[in-house]
Structure formats: structure tokens, C-alpha cells
């Protein structure tokens, strides 16, 4: 639809007549009687990049095009790309601006990642991937180590990357990140449920000795037939971890995994906190548990609530799943290496190398939570700073520490995971 307009009195035209805004309905087409130009949107579909492309060849050509050529020009311009008569012709006149060289202003940039990447992805790598909080707590023993059992970090990478925060190292990392997946194969066991607890005011979260369980499938994607699972413990309060593998789920298997986490552990058991699964809750655990001198309390988590059991769930991922994958390992061969290796290298190197972050409180503000964590702490030196542990338990773990490399030991660990996975895959 067309719409004309006249001069006004005066014989002068009307600016709303003439430029964007003025007069017309929407949807609507307007042309001005004295310059016969037209108001059209600009054009939605085309690319910036393009729009830029096509409007520097119109203006090359327009430099040296006659009067004649140079409104068929004009007409282009307000055809493709949606400009008004007077638009185009100030963007077709307008001259060629080169860019200017980039100033880089504020702050200057101290942490270059092509400068420092090379020599943090091995130590990360090392690490099993920690996020930057985590790694902030372990590079001052984990760089020493690196020189050690590697070769030396020059002066100026090491000095940043100790003064780093966990910020900078995340961004520093953000590019090489991944994600994983999880699987969840709980079995409810219901003899027992309406006699254990579920976990409430019992739990004395400030001590050590109250653990989370978990069992994780070696299965590879299929429950069928027997397979390895992983007992998976965690203390709430210090984060020590001990790792368990069985053949099958059997009620008696669980007990004896239990029995060798409890003797490992470098304080006494309290409180054993398990999902709703009938591998825990049984009367082989339950007895054994509340048939000794101190009885040690069992609780469960509410059904279907994994966060009631975030500590273990979380570890699932991060000390199982990272390490032995989703592969299926069904030759119960591999039960006694793969002990061997959690209760020695991997061992050793989750609770005496690899630092966590732990909750402290919770804060509401403006209807906001928000939590708010410690510093990151290797789950050895919150041992060292329990009451609950003897002085002869410190001075032993303190010693074997002080033998250690976190370099040799994740190469042991290579070697035993290879060893594993070809004993794996020779199935029986």
C-alpha cells in the first residue's frame, strides 16, 4: 500500500513526512512527493557480516559512478537493505574508516594461558581434574612433587601458578574441561527398614567416625548376570575415604568389605549412614554393628532422596567412576588387584594428596542461600586436627606421608589400571 502526502502550508514538506517515524500506519509504505523516496524497514534476515559486505560494495562502486549510476546505487541500497533515501546516500558517501590498533586498557594480564598451560595441565591432569578452590590447597605440595619426579617449572610459572587464585586457575582451565554421566542400580531391601532410622539429630556431624556407603556397578550397562561392585565410604566430618571391591552383592560380601573399611579407617567407627538398599540394610550388618562393646549406630537415607547421601554420592563420581569408568569387569579375578591398588596407591593418594572442599554454614539473605566453605583441606590434615584420633595414629600417617610422591604414586596407579583392565577383558 502506497500513501502519498502533500506540502503543507507554506509550501514546505513536513520532516515526519520525510524521515522514519513520522506519519503512516504500520506495515505501510510511505512515499514523500517532493524527494519520491520511500520508508522501509530494515531487513531482519540478513546477516551483520553480510549486511557489511554488501554496503562496502555499493560504496566502492558509488565513489566512481556517474549521477545516473550512482541513483540505481541508491536504489540498491534502499531495496536491500532497507535504508531511507537520505540514509543511503550518507552510508554510501561515508569514507572507508580503517580500524584502529586494539589498547588493551585496566589491568595488565599476569596469568597468560599459553605461558602456564603447559606446565598445569600434567600437574591437573595429576590431580584427577580439581576444580580451581581445590587446587589452590594442592599445588604448594603438588609442584614440588611435579619437579621431583618430572623435571623444574621455571621461576616465573611457578611463582604465578602458586599465587593464583582458584578463580584464575578455573579460567585458566576452563577450555580443556569435560562432563560425565551417571548411573544409579540401588535394590531396595525392605526387611529391615521400619528398624533403622532414618538419619536425623543421631548423627554428631562434628566427629569423625560417622561414614556414609554407597556400592557402585563395575557392569558396564547391563545388571546381568555377576559383576564387580564397588563399596564406596566417605567420613562426613574429615572426608576420608575408603574404597572396597566384592564380587556380586551379597549380604556376607558387603559385611566383609565393611570389616576391612573399618580396620583401615584411622579412627574408630561411630555411625554408618546407607541408602535404602538391601545390601546394608540387612541382619548380618545390623548385627554386626550393635554386637560389640560401643555399638555403632545405622541409619538410612529417606527412599528416592540421593541428596540425603550427597557426600558418598559424590565421591561415586569422583574416586570410582573417574578412575575404573564404565566398563564392565565380570572376571572376579580383578577383585584382588583392584583392592590391593585402593588400599595402597589410589588410597594413598585420595586421602593424603587430593584436597575437598567441606560446607560450614548456610547464609539467607534477601531470600538468597547461600553456603559457605572452608578452605580446601586434604583429608589428612583434617585427621591431623581431629580430637578423636590418637596421637600414634597421627605420627604414623605424618611418617608414611613424609615417604610419598603424588606423581609416582598416579603412575602406579597407571600401571595397576592397565594391568586390571587386560585381566578384565581375559574373561574366565
Same mark, same amino acid.
Given at each position: 500500500?502506497?500513501?502519498?502526502?502533500?506540502?503543507?502550508?507554506?509550501?514546505?514538506?513536513?520532516? /515526519?513526512?520525510?524521515?522514519?517515524?513520522?506519519?503512516?500506519?504500520?506495515?505501510?509504505?510511505?512515499?514523500?512527493? @517532493?524527494?519520491?523516496?520511500?520508508?522501509?524497514?530494515?531487513? /531482519?534476515?540478513?546477516?551483520?557480516?553480510?549486511?557489511?559486505?554488501?554496503?562496502?560494495?555499493?560504496?566502492?562502486?558509488?565513489?566512481?559512478?556517474?549521477?545516473?549510476?550512482?541513483?540505481?546505487?541508491?536504489?540498491?541500497?534502499?531495496?536491500?537493505? $532497507?535504508?531511507?533515501?537520505?540514509?543511503?546516500?550518507?552510508?554510501?558517501?561515508?569514507?572507508? !574508516?580503517?580500524?584502529?590498533?586494539?589498547?588493551?586498557?585496566?589491568?595488565?594480564?599476569?596469568?597468560?594461558?599459553?605461558?602456564?598451560?603447559?606446565?598445569?595441565?600434567?600437574?591437573?591432569?595429576?590431580?584427577?581434574?580439581?576444580?580451581?578452590? @581445590?587446587? !589452590?590447597?594442592?599445588?604448594?605440595?603438588?609442584?614440588?612433587?611435579?619437579?621431583?619426579?618430572?623435571?623444574?617449572?621455571?621461576?616465573?610459572?611457578? +611463582?604465578?601458578?602458586?599465587?593464583?587464585?582458584?578463580?584464575?586457575?578455573?579460567?585458566?582451565?576452563?577450555?580443556?574441561?569435560?562432563? $560425565?554421566?551417571?548411573?544409579?542400580?540401588?535394590?531396595?531391601?525392605? !526387611?529391615?527398614?521400619?528398624?533403622?532410622?532414618?538419619?536425623?539429630?543421631?548423627?554428631?556431624?562434628?566427629?569423625?567416625?560417622?561414614?556414609?556407603?554407597?556400592?557402585?556397578?563395575?557392569?558396564?550397562?547391563?545388571?546381568?548376570?555377576?559383576?564387580?561392585?564397588?563399596?564406596?565410604?566417605?567420613?562426613?566430618?574429615?572426608?576420608?575415604?575408603?574404597?572396597?571391591?566384592?564380587?556380586?552383592?551379597?549380604?556376607?560380601?558387603?559385611?566383609?568389605?565393611?570389616?576391612?573399611? +573399618?580396620?583401615?579407617?584411622?579412627?574408630?567407627?561411630?555411625?554408618?549412614?546407607?541408602?535404602?538398599? $538391601?545390601?546394608?540394610?540387612?541382619?548380618?550388618?545390623?548385627?554386626?554393628?550393635?554386637?560389640?562393646?560401643?555399638?555403632?549406630?545405622?541409619?538410612?537415607?529417606?527412599?528416592?532422596?540421593?541428596?540425603?547421601?550427597? &557426600?558418598? +554420592?559424590?565421591?561415586?563420581?569422583?574416586?570410582?567412576?573417574?578412575?575404573?569408568?564404565?566398563?564392565?569387569?565380570?572376571?572376579?579375578?580383578?577383585?584382588?588387584?583392584?583392592?590391593?591398588?585402593?588400599?595402597?596407591?589410589?588410597?594413598?593418594?585420595?586421602?593424603?594428596? &587430593?584436597?575437598?572442599?567441606?560446607?560450614? @554454614?548456610?547464609?539467607?539473605?534477601?531470600?538468597?542461600?547461600?553456603?559457605?566453605?572452608?578452605?580446601?583441606?586434604?583429608?589428612?590434615?583434617?585427621?591431623?586436627?581431629?580430637?578423636?584420633?590418637?596421637?600414634?595414629?597421627?605420627?604414623?600417617?605424618?611418617? +608414611?606421608?613424609?615417604?610419598?610422591?603424588?606423581?609416582?604414586?598416579?603412575?602406579?596407579?597407571?600401571?595397576?589400571?592397565?594391568?586390571?583392565?587386560?585381566?578384565?577383558?581375559?574373561?574366565?
Amino acid at each position: 500500500m502506497v500513501t502519498r502526502f502533500s506540502r503543507a502550508a507554506g509550501g514546505e514538506l513536513r520532516q /515526519k513526512y520525510c524521515y522514519p517515524g513520522g506519519g503512516g500506519k504500520a506495515g505501510e509504505t510511505i512515499r514523500c512527493a @517532493r524527494s519520491d523516496c520511500y520508508r522501509g524497514g530494515m531487513d /531482519k534476515t540478513m546477516r551483520p557480516t553480510t549486511r557489511e559486505e554488501v554496503l562496502k560494495q555499493l560504496r566502492r562502486r558509488y565513489e566512481t559512478a556517474g549521477s545516473e549510476h550512482k541513483r540505481k546505487l541508491l536504489d540498491q541500497a534502499q531495496e536491500l537493505l $532497507g535504508y531511507h533515501r537520505k540514509s543511503a546516500i550518507r552510508a554510501l558517501r561515508a569514507a572507508t !574508516v580503517a580500524p584502529a590498533p586494539w589498547i588493551r586498557t585496566g589491568r595488565p594480564t599476569r596469568y597468560e594461558p599459553s605461558q602456564l598451560l603447559p606446565w598445569l595441565r600434567p600437574i591437573w591432569q595429576a590431580t584427577d581434574y580439581a576444580c580451581g578452590r @581445590r587446587l !589452590v590447597a594442592m599445588l604448594p605440595e603438588w609442584i614440588p612433587a611435579y619437579e621431583q619426579h618430572e623435571r623444574r617449572l621455571p621461576g616465573a610459572v611457578r +611463582e604465578k601458578l602458586l599465587a593464583a587464585s582458584g578463580r584464575t586457575l578455573d579460567r585458566l582451565l576452563e577450555p580443556l574441561r569435560g562432563q $560425565g554421566t551417571g548411573r544409579s542400580l540401588t535394590r531396595p531391601g525392605t !526387611v529391615l527398614r521400619q528398624q533403622i532410622p532414618i538419619r536425623g539429630s543421631l548423627w554428631e556431624e562434628g566427629k569423625a567416625g560417622w561414614l556414609e556407603v554407597d556400592t557402585v556397578a563395575l557392569c558396564g550397562g547391563s545388571v546381568a548376570g555377576e559383576f564387580v561392585w564397588m563399596v564406596d565410604g566417605v567420613d562426613y566430618a574429615t572426608t576420608w575415604v575408603e574404597v572396597r571391591a566384592m564380587w556380586g552383592r551379597g549380604q556376607v560380601g558387603t559385611l566383609a568389605a565393611l570389616r576391612d573399611v +573399618e580396620a583401615s579407617l584411622p579412627f574408630a567407627l561411630l555411625g554408618l549412614d546407607s541408602d535404602n538398599g $538391601g545390601e546394608f540394610l540387612n541382619h548380618h550388618v545390623l548385627r554386626w554393628l550393635q554386637k560389640r562393646p560401643q555399638p555403632v549406630f545405622m541409619t538410612r537415607s529417606r527412599p528416592y532422596k540421593k541428596d540425603d547421601n550427597a &557426600h558418598v +554420592e559424590q565421591k561415586n563420581w569422583t574416586h570410582i567412576r573417574q578412575c575404573f569408568g564404565y566398563e564392565r569387569h565380570d572376571n572376579p579375578e580383578v577383585v584382588e588387584l583392584i583392592n590391593a591398588l585402593v588400599k595402597g596407591a589410589y588410597g594413598q593418594l585420595l586421602n593424603y594428596f &587430593h584436597a575437598s572442599l567441606k560446607l560450614e @554454614r548456610k547464609e539467607r539473605s534477601e531470600g538468597r542461600l547461600q553456603r559457605i566453605y572452608g578452605a580446601a583441606q586434604t583429608p589428612l590434615a583434617r585427621v591431623l586436627a581431629s580430637a578423636e584420633v590418637t596421637p600414634q595414629t597421627k605420627g604414623r600417617l605424618e611418617q +608414611e606421608k613424609a615417604g610419598l610422591n603424588p606423581f609416582a604414586l598416579k603412575r602406579e596407579v597407571a600401571r595397576s589400571l592397565k594391568r586390571i583392565a587386560s585381566l578384565r577383558q581375559a574373561r574366565p
